[in-house]
């Protein structure tokens, strides 16, 4: 069973993905509310998989990307954004993001995703 | 998890973001320059985009989203922030609170944001018809889905040449049609995602529309790529199937002799397409200006490194209920503390007696625990006065500028929900007939804005709320005629009344000082329910006022509302509770000192009138005790109101937790509860309130 970070400074974003995930046989280890966090997370849990928000406060979605790449440069990372956030997308798939899920979820589609990076 | 949990915490949720709005906007409007709150502004707004869009409310994310725009402008320094600015933007929060609030009492939090659309897409300087032609221009670039099985793709010179020479070099050529899933978002990085694998497999040479027109998502699904590679069709075919959001993926090997002959032949007719293109190109670009500033990438994420948000608390959130679960519980145990006591001071068992007493060492820090853990800041209340203050006041084209002191008081939850409403009432109240015009203060040497003050702290087992005004006070004379015009009082009354009473007097029902009647307060009901409010919980409301400098509203709560402070009596060998916070204090007085007067049994109490009520005839014990020559007497108030209430005996003070008696026996007359004593009786709690009419 592939183990999922699951990144967003909103609880009810977390809830939303974590039920997803978990209906389809993902384990979430770990949920983290700012980029510092996620970052420690990381590397404290070495997960399969993060889910990243962008806008989170103090340290952004990208920044810990980057930081999680550049200790694990095959770290699976999703970006999750939001409609209007193009170019902070597009920098984290320069950065090294495996792909992106736009808001609001759609289960079908976040599970696509996943499928695909974790193939 | 079910989906009522989820809109729990939505709801919560935003409401959160909302307050930071709010705050933040404020804030924002002594400092317009500070980016930084535009950035926590922005950042609440966009959360609450995604969780609205999330739940399928979409007034609320187009909503924010238009906010979010007009804030980015201003980020960008694009938009000065003025006071029309900023009347859009809170007209707008004000349009999302009512959503939030309509999704909370389980509307679909739909709501006709036509209107503030149209205001906030005004500021950022789009008009509606833009829109149109843009799509329309994106259409004609794009390439039609193909209906014939070949890629459409033509070349010019340059590009046949780069070909034929590649074909020489052992590189074979493919024209690639992606397809885009329709519900694809994001459509330009999907694009670049693309762009990028493919050119981890080779070399993009071409791509219809251009990669210019594709990043900025001018076209509708699909494209064609052209692509130099080593790799065989299906390699290439597996590497795009893996992004994800791709529809279809169409690969053809490119016959550069074909496509030389097509060239020639098509040349004419591409010629005049070009020009029509590159017309309509130019135009759409220009036209789509404005809005590709509003969201305006780069600068985006430079300023988003440089926010520093908040501090996060460690948190976790728990349901009031549950908290009120983990208290009822705990007051069981507190009562059957009181028995343990009794047993092992009866036993006289030192082991017994030392473990008894360290359980009740744990309990009570126990008990502030949960006492702690049920108090709120008042912040919680408070913080949405601003807000009210500033549009009232300009509603009433006053100034006034609202002091907060204490926001940190802490109260138990349940009264922290209650005393909202009655805030209200009595800011409104300070705002709309304390607070002068700018002209009559002027004219009364007062500086032009008045100020407000609400202040919240602690004394005692108590919290005191104050709200005071430098404006007008209040005018004596002008109660008491109004309150005698309105038969609230008579004027033998009147003569004993002291200042302070008389200005409670606003408090009496039907009763209204102001002249013109405002849509903010004066309809001459509400202050009497404010008080009615206050004192259900417990609380005392007092008025202080000089004429032309000010009033002062004072209201006392409980810390707590389950643990309270009483008076133990015994009546007819029955055991009563008084809250200690209706006690005046307590009194024996003999027999012959009570006079009748209009039938009811009146003593002259500290040269007051007092008239007794009897516990064992309102109660209706059945037990009498012996005829004694004297009355015990606990003195109690209601505001200014105070009776005797007769008591066989007094017990003393006790700390006792506060029992509902359930859904059994509601409306019991003058009986707010009942609670457990240490030796296991029963002891019901008297509502004095209803005791004195």
């Known amino acids: 069973m592939a183990s999922v970070l699951v990144v967003d400074d909103a609880a009810f974003m977390r809830m939303m993905l974590k039920e997803i995930l978990e209906k389809n046989g993902l384990k979430v280890v770990g949920e983290a509310t700012t980029g510092d966090e996620a970052v420690r997370l990381y590397k404290e849990l070495n997960p399969d998989l993060v889910t990243m928000d962008i806008t989170m406060p103090e340290k952004n979605g990208i920044e810990a990307l980057k930081e999680i790449i550049a200790a694990d440069p095959d770290a699976k990372v999703l970006m999750c954004s939001a409609m209007g956030q193009q170019a902070m997308v597009l920098d984290a798939i320069q950065a090294g993001a495996k792909d992106f899920i736009v808001k609001p979820f759609q289960e079908d589609r976040v599970m696509d995703s996943i499928r695909k990076v974790l193939r | ?693």
């Open chain 2, 1 to 693: 998890m079910s989906q009522s949990e989820y809109l729990e915490v939505f709801i919560d949720e935003s409401e959160e973001h909302l307050q930071a709005i709010n705050d933040n906007l404020l804030k924002l409007e002594n400092e317009p320059d500070n980016m930084d709150i535009v950035s926590e502004i922005f950042r609440s707004a966009h959360t609450l985009k995604g969780m609205g869009a999330t739940m399928g409310f979409e007034d609320l994310a187009n909503l924010t989203h238009n906010m979010e725009n007009v804030l980015d402008l201003i980020r960008n320094g694009e938009l000065e922030v003025t006071p029309e600015v900023m009347d859009i933007i809170f007209d707008a929060v004000d349009d999302i609170e009512e959503m939030v609030t309509d999704i909370a009492s389980g509307g679909d939090g739909s709501r006709d944001i036509q209107e503030i659309t149209k205001q906030l897409e005004s500021l950022q300087g789009i008009e509606t018809e833009d829109a149109g032609e843009e799509v329309a221009a994106t259409a004609t670039a794009a390439p039609t889905t193909e209906t014939s099985d070949e890629i459409e793709e033509t070349f010019d010179e340059y590009e046949l040449t780069v070909l034929s020479q590649s074909e020489e070099q052992g590189y074979k050529a493919f024209k690639i049609l992606v397809t885009l899933d329709e519900k694809t978002m994001l459509k330009g990085v999907r694009v670049f995602m693309v762009f990028e694998t493919l050119e981890e497999a080779g070399e993009i040479i071409k791509s219809t529309p251009s990669a210019e027109d594709l990043e900025n998502e001018k076209f509708e699904l699909s494209f064609v790529v052209t692509l130099l590679t080593h790799e065989s069709k299906t390699d290439i075919q597996k590497r795009i199937e893996k992004i994800s959001e791709i529809a279809s993926v169409k690969i053809e090997e490119v016959n550069v002799k074909q496509e030389k002959q097509k060239k020639l032949a098509l040349e004419e007719k591409e010629h005049q397409e070009a020009q029509q293109k590159e017309e309509k190109g130019t135009k759409g670009k220009k036209e789509k200006k404005p809005s590709q500033q509003s969201s305006s990438p780069k600068e985006k994420s430079s300023s988003n490194k440089k926010q520093k948000g908040m501090e996060l608390n460690k948190t976790i959130r728990v349901n009031i209920d549950r908290l009120d679960v983990l208290m009822n519980l705990f007051e069981e145990l507190v009562i059957d503390r009181g028995r343990l006591e009794q047993i092992s001071s009866e036993l006289n068992n030192n082991e017994l007696q030392e473990t008894v007493e360290r359980m009740s060492r744990i309990t009570g820090d126990l008990q502030e625990i949960i006492l702690n853990m049920r108090m709120m800041p008042v912040e919680q209340v408070f913080n949405r006065f601003p807000r009210m203050v500033r549009s009232l006041s300009r509603e009433l084209n006053k100034k006034v500028k609202l002091e907060i002191i204490g926001a940190d008081t802490e109260l138990d939850r349940t009264i922290i929900d209650e005393i909202g409403d009655p805030l209200v009432h009595l800011i409104r109240n300070s705002l709309d007939h304390g607070i002068e015009t700018p002209d009559e203060r002027v004219a009364k040497g007062k500086p032009e804005e008045g100020i407000v003050k609400l202040r919240a702290f602690h004394s005692g087992n108590h919290v005191f709320i104050e709200i005071e005004d430098d404006g007008a006070g209040i005018d004596k004379e002008k109660i008491m005629n109004k309150a005698l015009e309105n038969g609230v009082v008579t004027d033998e009354d009147l003569e004993k009344m002291t200042d302070q009473q008389i200005y409670s007097l606003l408090f009496a029902s039907g009763f209204s000082t102001a002249e013109k009647v405002t849509d903010v307060s004066g309809r001459g009901v509400g202050l009497d329910v404010v008080r009615t409010t206050f004192e259900s919980l417990g609380g005392v409301v007092t008025v202080d006022s000089e004429l032309g400098k000010g009033s002062l509203f004072s209201i006392q709560l409980p810390l707590t509302l389950s643990i309270i402070d009483v008076m133990l009596v015994e009546v007819a060998q029955e055991k009563y509770a008084i809250p200690l916070t209706a006690i005046v204090e307590t009194a024996i007085v003999e027999k012959k000192d009570v006079y009748n007067a209009h039938n009811q049994k009146v003593i002259d109490f500290r040269g007051k009138v007092v008239p007794l009520v009897f516990l064992d005839e309102i109660f209706d014990a059945p037990l009498k005790n012996e005829e004694q020559d004297f009355y015990s007497l606990v003195i109690v108030h209601k505001g200014e109101k105070v009776a005797g209430l007769v008591v066989d005996s007094l017990i003393g003070q006790h700390d006792i937790v506060l029992k509902s008696l359930g859904n059994y026996l509601t409306n019991v007359f003058a009986i707010s509860g009942a609670t457990i004593l240490g030796d296991g009786q029963v002891a019901l709690i008297v509502d004095t309130n209803e005791l004195i009419k």
